[in-house]
C-alpha cells in the first residue's frame, strides 16, 4: 500500500469517528441521555414507551408459532457460544502479551442496554440480552481473530471475499513481495500501539463490518 492511500485511509477513520460522535450526540439530545449505565428518556417519552408495552399473555396469543418452536435450537446455541467465549478469551488473555499485541476490550462489545426500554415486556427484553450478547461476542471474537491475521498474515486474497474487517484495506496485495518482512514487522509493531489498534476498531463500527477477520 503506498502512503497517498494509507493517508487517506487515516483520514476516513478520523471522520468516520467525528460523525458517529455527532450522530450518537444528536440521537442523545433527542431521546435520551446516557449517565454512566443508566439511559435515561424524558418523563414523556418514557409513559409513552410503557403505554405500548405488549401484555405477557397478549404477546404469546399473538406470538408467531414458529418461533416458539424453534425456541429451544436457539437458545441451545448458548453452549457453544459460552465455549467459544471462554477459549478466545483464554487464547488473547496467554497470548496476546506475548505477541505484544493490545488486547480486545470485551465491554467495547458486549453492551447491555434493551433491557432498559419500557416497551418491551420481560420476555422481549430476555431476547435482547441474548442477541446482543450472541452478536457482542461474534464482533468480539472477530477483531481478536482479525489482529491475530494480521500479526501473522496481512495479506490481501486474490479473490473477492464478503465481511472482510477494516484492518483488511491496510494490508498488502496479494503477491506484493517487496520487503515483506520489514513490512510484516511495521504491522507487528503497530498492534502494540492502542491508538492505532482502537482507531482501526472504531472505523470498522462506524463503517458496519465487523472488526475482524
Request: overall charge positive; aromatic content about 12%; glycine content about 6%.
Amino acid at each position: 500500500m503506498n502512503e497517498k492511500i494509507r493517508r487517506l485511509l487515516d483520514q476516513m477513520s478520523a471522520l468516520e469517528e467525528d460523525l458517529r460522535r455527532e450522530v450518537q450526540a444528536q440521537e442523545a439530545n433527542a431521546l435520551y441521555q446516557i449517565k454512566g449505565r443508566r439511559i435515561e428518556f424524558e418523563e414523556s417519552v418514557r409513559q409513552a414507551h410503557l403505554k405500548l408495552k405488549t401484555g405477557f399473555f397478549h404477546w404469546l396469543v399473538t406470538y408467531r408459532p414458529q418461533n416458539l418452536i424453534t425456541g429451544p435450537i436457539i437458545y441451545s446455541m448458548i453452549f457453544p457460544m459460552l465455549l467459544l467465549d471462554v477459549c478466545v478469551s483464554f487464547y488473547q488473555a496467554t497470548c496476546f502479551p506475548i505477541y505484544g499485541i493490545v488486547k480486545v476490550r470485551r465491554r467495547d462489545y458486549m453492551v447491555f442496554d434493551r433491557q432498559q426500554l419500557g416497551y418491551l415486556n420481560f420476555i422481549e427484553r430476555f431476547h435482547c440480552t441474548y442477541c446482543a450478547y450472541g452478536n457482542g461476542l461474534m464482533a468480539y471474537v472477530t477483531e481478536i481473530v482479525g489482529r491475530t491475521e494480521e500479526y501473522f498474515c496481512p495479506i490481501k486474497h486474490a479473490r473477492k471475499m464478503l465481511g472482510a474487517h477494516s484492518r483488511y484495506a491496510r494490508f498488502l496485495r496479494y503477491g506484493e513481495a517487496d520487503d515483506y518482512e520489514a513490512r510484516l514487522e511495521q504491522f507487528r509493531v503497530g498492534l502494540g500501539d492502542i491508538k492505532q489498534v482502537e482507531s482501526a476498531a472504531a472505523q470498522a463500527s462506524d463503517t458496519g463490518h465487523s472488526p475482524g477477520s
